[in-house]
T-cell receptor, first 114, second 111 residues
């Protein structure tokens, strides 16, 4: 079955540690996105990638980094520079950048900083 | 920066009633609009898109767009308890390469 797989589903981190969230898709989609959601809030864009080896910052990129070495994969690293990393992280894809409104989401990764 | 505004709710309706969810947007040049449904603890899923003025119907869902007034609505007819969720309105950003989401309206349908 085609879809987006995010792992881990739950992650606990100590302050000062970097963590990497995995996102893999087998939909053959060109564009991939990372959003962050805080309780009672909408989704805020962290990074997006339209093609392999290229990505752009979203509205809240500070303290995060990404890579897009393969079409299927778009991992997100939450660095120690991110001041409030506790949140629900959602990876999404669209068939191409022109269909950015039609997103397919993974199940999300919930990060808690202890 | 484009903005999307939604009443956070909660909006409570009895089973079988019509639920009306509203969204306003700041950029008069926006051309496409999307509604996502998000169940508690789950990820969002696309339920409706609308591109031109007027109504678009899909089953029990109707999206209404009024570009002159810069609002888009989602009507849910014959509401069911399974419709209880948060509904997110979204528009593409200036470059059209990513979505900007509102904060969502939480709908509660009581049986």
């Amino acid at each position: 079955d085609g879809g987006i797989t995010q792992s881990p589903k739950y992650l606990f981190r100590k302050e000062g540690q970097n963590v990497t969230l995995s996102c893999e898709q087998n939909l053959n989609h060109d564009a991939m996105y990372w959003y962050r959601q805080d309780p009672g809030q909408g989704l805020r864009l962290i990074y997006y990638s339209q093609i392999v080896n290229d990505f752009q910052k979203g509205d809240i990129a500070e303290g995060y980094s990404v890579s897009r070495e393969k079409k299927e994969s778009f991992p997100l690293t939450v660095t120690s520079a991110q001041k409030n990393p506790t949140a629900f992280y959602l990876c999404a894809s669209s068939i191409d950048p022109g269909h950015a409104g039609e997103l397919f989401f993974g199940e999300g990764s919930r990060l808690t900083v202890l | 920066q484009k903005e999307v505004e939604q009443n956070s709710g909660p909006l409570s309706v009895p089973e079988g009633a019509i639920a009306s969810l509203n969204c306003t947007y700041s950029d008069r040049g926006s051309q496409s609009f999307f509604w996502y449904r998000q169940y508690s603890g789950k990820s969002p899923e696309l339920i409706m898109s609308i591109y031109s003025n007027g109504d678009k119907e899909d089953g029990r869902f109707t999206a209404q767009l009024n570009k002159a007034s810069q609002y888009v609505s989602l009507l849910i007819r014959d509401s069911q308890p399974s419709d209880s969720a948060t509904y997110l309105c979204a528009v593409p950003d200036q470059a059209g390469t990513a979505l900007i989401f509102g904060k969502g309206t939480t709908l509660s349908v009581s049986s």
